[in-house]
């Protein structure tokens, strides 16, 4: 399982009573000829990583990580999403070696707030949107069978608090005048409570001509960023992560909260970001999802309008634009003493 001359890869997710995401990666695991581990038990699957003794562990946030860890080990965290939860700040342990970080904003509130360790690198899951070859692109949207005719929305929402109850009710009159990709979170498919979004959007995809459900199978966003024209998200990490590509971005503020949300609203607010949502300036906003046809169609006729705004947030948020933030991940652990 060499797959440089300098790292032997493993990879390893928890062990979950629904497999189909285990399934998934393992098959892409095989892909690469990377080994994955598992067991019978979570219980055993962690003493077998911990047994093994890495000398690098990587982790996307910090779970069972001091279990995981032994004295020798360097632990790196590279956080897996940076929209507008608070989870961002909570999830850090003192016993992680190198933290990456995707903007020098974020750097600096970082250190100030008192956190060390930190790596500046840019995001490192947008590397593939400036490397990923036209022919994936290209073959991507073959199988889609879009209608050339028509520009392409990207509807990409979280899983909670979403838009989907709303939105979805005006994604079939849109369909006609639009190809719509509606790409869903994975707890969509995956966890009993949300699994109601992958089961509207199946039936809906079935019974309307121009609207696609990416399969959960397709798991990389990254090719449906290239595709689309325009990106209709909420409260994800994908408005930021859209924003290189300098193309129109719709924020939809219209939520479906829990009963308790609803009764104690602050026990929402409270998990938010509120100074980044305040900040963020680069997308139209909606509050009403009737208005949805008419943003789309206002931002598609109007380009150049948010140009200067996209720049400035994609320069802020992300540092650099270059595909590159792996390879600084990487010097900066060749580097680590």
Same mark, same amino acid.
């Given at each position: 399982?060499?797959?440089?001359?300098?790292?032997?890869?493993?990879?390893?997710?928890?062990?979950?009573?629904?497999? /189909?995401?285990?399934?998934?990666?393992?098959?892409?695991?095989?892909?690469?000829?990377?080994?994955?581990? =598992?067991?019978?038990?979570?219980?055993?699957?962690?003493?077998?990583?911990?047994?093994?003794?890495? $000398?690098?562990?990587?982790?996307?946030?910090?779970? *069972?990580?001091?279990?995981?860890?032994?004295?020798?080990?360097?632990?790196?965290?590279?956080?897996?999403?940076?929209?507008?939860?608070?989870?961002?700040?909570? $999830? %850090?342990?003192?016993?992680?070696?190198?933290?990456?970080?995707?903007?020098?904003?974020?750097?600096?509130?970082?250190?100030?707030?008192?956190?060390?360790?930190?790596? +500046?690198?840019?995001? %490192?899951?947008?590397?593939?949107?400036?490397?990923?070859? $036209?022919?994936?692109?290209?073959?991507?949207?073959?199988?889609?069978?879009?209608?050339?005719? *028509?520009? %392409?929305?990207?509807?990409?929402?979280?899983?909670?608090?979403?838009?989907?109850?709303?939105?979805? =009710?005006?994604?079939?009159?849109?369909?006609?005048?639009?190809?719509?990709?509606?790409?869903?979170?994975?707890?969509?498919?995956?966890?009993?409570?949300?699994?109601?979004?992958?089961?509207?959007?199946?039936?809906?995809?079935?019974?309307?001509?121009?609207?696609?459900?990416?399969?959960?199978?397709?798991?990389?966003?990254?090719?449906?960023?290239?595709?689309?024209?325009?990106?209709?998200?909420?409260?994800?990490? =994908?408005?930021?992560?859209?924003?290189? +590509?300098?193309?129109?971005?719709?924020?939809?503020?219209?939520?479906?909260?829990?009963?308790?949300?609803?009764?104690?609203?602050?026990?929402?607010?409270?998990?938010? $970001?509120?100074?980044?949502?305040?900040?963020?300036?680069?997308?139209?906003?909606?509050?009403?999802?009737?208005? /949805?046809?008419?943003?789309?169609?206002?931002?598609?006729?109007? /380009?150049?309008?948010?140009?200067?705004?996209?720049?400035?947030?994609?320069?802020?948020?992300?540092?650099?634009?270059?595909?590159?933030?792996?390879?600084?991940?990487?010097?900066?652990?060749?580097?680590?003493?």
């Amino acid at each position: 399982m060499i797959l440089s001359e300098d790292f032997e890869i493993y990879v390893s997710m928890p062990k979950r009573n629904l497999t /189909l995401q285990q399934s998934i990666l393992i098959k892409e695991c095989n892909k690469l000829s990377i080994q994955f581990i =598992t067991a019978d038990s979570e219980v055993k699957r962690v003493e077998k990583i911990y047994n093994e003794a890495f $000398d690098i562990i990587i982790v996307g946030n910090v779970g *069972k990580l001091n279990n995981l860890v032994n004295d020798k080990t360097i632990a790196i965290m590279v956080y897996h999403g940076i929209g507008l939860k608070q989870s961002y700040y909570k $999830d %850090t342990n003192s016993r992680i070696n190198i933290r990456a970080v995707e903007s020098a904003a974020r750097f600096d509130e970082l250190k100030n707030d008192g956190h060390q360790n930190l790596l +500046l690198t840019g995001y %490192t899951k947008l590397d593939r949107l400036f490397t990923i070859p $036209d022919k994936e692109i290209y073959s991507v949207k073959k199988n889609l069978q879009l209608d050339n005719s *028509k520009k %392409t929305v990207l509807y990409a929402p979280s899983f909670y608090p979403s838009s989907v109850e709303k939105i979805s =009710t005006q994604l079939p009159l849109i369909s006609q005048y639009y190809n719509i990709i509606i790409k869903l979170h994975g707890f969509s498919w995956e966890q009993k409570r949300y699994e109601y979004q992958s089961i509207l959007f199946t039936k809906m995809a079935k019974e309307n001509q121009n609207i696609y459900l990416v399969p959960n199978e397709q798991f990389d966003i990254i090719p449906f960023y290239r595709i689309a024209d325009l990106l209709v998200s909420d409260i994800s990490s =994908t408005m930021f992560e859209y924003l290189p +590509l300098n193309r129109p971005i719709i924020q939809a503020e219209c939520y479906t909260l829990r009963l308790k949300h609803r009764i104690f609203p602050y026990r929402f607010w409270k998990r938010l $970001d509120l100074k980044r949502w305040e900040d963020v300036d680069f997308v139209y906003k909606i509050s009403n999802p009737e208005n /949805l046809f008419s943003r789309i169609y206002y931002a598609l006729d109007n /380009l150049e309008e948010m140009t200067t705004f996209r720049e400035k947030a994609s320069q802020y948020y992300l540092y650099k634009n270059d595909g590159g933030a792996s390879r600084r991940l990487i010097k900066g652990l060749k580097d680590y003493k």
